[in-house]
C-alpha cells in the first residue's frame, strides 16, 4: 500500500471525502509516533565510518544507539556509551590521553559523539543503530509501515484524526485496535528474534 492509498482508506474508515489533504498530516504524525514509543526492527540501520577525531557525526533521523564497535585487527571491539560530562572527567586530557578509543557519549550542541580516549589513529567504527523513518510525500511513496504494518499505521492514524476532528468518542476504538494491532507486531517481532535452530556447544550448553 501507498501513501495515497493510505489517505483514501483513512477517508472511507471516518467517511469523510473532504479530509485527503490533512490525512497525510495524520499518517506522518501517526508513524512518528509509532517510532517513539518502540525500537522496531525496520528501523535499525548500520553504519560504518573511519576517524581519527575525536567527534564522529551522528546519522541523519537517528533515534538510539544499539552498539557502537572498533574493529580493529579483524576482530571488533565494543565501547561503552556513558555521559558527556563523565567521558571528559575519566579522560581529561585531549592530547595526552591517547589510544583506543573505549568509551563514547552523545554531544547534543554538535550532534556528533564523542570517544574517549582522543583515537592515536585512524580507527574503523561500526554503528547499529535505530533510524526514523522518513516522512512520507508523495501519493506513490511506501515504506515497511505502509506495506507490512499498515493496520497498526491505519488505527494510529485515526487516533491522531480525532482531536482535528472534534470526535474524542471515537479515540477509544482507535486506541483498543491500535493496542491489538502493535501488540502482534511485538509478538511477531520476538517470534523472528528468537527463532531458529539452536546451538548445542559441546557439554550440552544450548546457546
Given at each position: 500500500m501507498n501513501f495515497g492509498q493510505m489517505k483514501a482508506l483513512i477517508a472511507s474508515y471516518l467517511s469523510r471525502d473532504d479530509i485527503e489533504a490533512i490525512s497525510g498530516v495524520f499518517i506522518n504524525l501517526a508513524q512518528k509516533r509509532i517510532e517513539r514509543e518502540h525500537?522496531?526492527?525496520?528501523?535499525?540501520?548500520?553504519?560504518?565510518?573511519?576517524?581519527?577525531?575525536?567527534?564522529?557525526?551522528?546519522?541523519?533521523?537517528?533515534?538510539?544507539?544499539?552498539?557502537?564497535?572498533?574493529?580493529?585487527?579483524?576482530?571488533?571491539?565494543?565501547?561503552?556509551?556513558?555521559?558527556?560530562?563523565?567521558?571528559?572527567?575519566?579522560?581529561?586530557?585531549?592530547?595526552?590521553?591517547?589510544?583506543?578509543?573505549?568509551?563514547?557519549?552523545?554531544?547534543?550542541?554538535?550532534?556528533?559523539?564523542?570517544?574517549?580516549?582522543?583515537?592515536?589513529?585512524?580507527y574503523t567504527y561500526d554503528l547499529y543503530y535505530y533510524q526514523y523513518t522518513d516522512d512520507l510525500v508523495e501519493d506513490t511513496d511506501s515504506n515497511w509501515w505502509t506495506n507490512v504494518a499498515w493496520d497498526a499505521l491505519l488505527y494510529a492514524s485515526l487516533g491522531e484524526s480525532a482531536p482535528y476532528l472534534m470526535a474524542d468518542e471515537r479515540l477509544v476504538t482507535w486506541k483498543a485496535l491500535y493496542d491489538v494491532a502493535i501488540s502482534r507486531l511485538k509478538s511477531t517481532e520476538r517470534m523472528e528474534e528468537f527463532s531458529g535452530a539452536q546451538f548445542i556447544r559441546p557439554g550440552g550448553i544450548v546457546y
Open positions: 525500537n522496531w526492527k525496520c528501523m535499525e540501520k548500520r553504519q560504518t565510518t573511519s576517524a581519527s577525531d575525536p567527534y564522529i557525526s551522528i546519522p541523519a533521523r537517528f533515534k538510539e544507539h544499539k552498539s557502537l564497535m572498533i574493529f580493529e585487527g579483524g576482530r571488533y571491539y565494543s565501547l561503552m556509551k556513558t555521559s558527556y560530562e563523565h567521558a571528559l572527567n575519566i579522560y581529561p586530557l585531549e592530547s595526552a590521553n591517547r589510544g583506543m578509543p573505549l568509551v563514547f557519549a552523545t554531544a547534543q550542541a554538535t550532534n556528533e559523539f564523542l570517544v574517549r580516549p582522543t583515537p592515536d589513529k585512524s
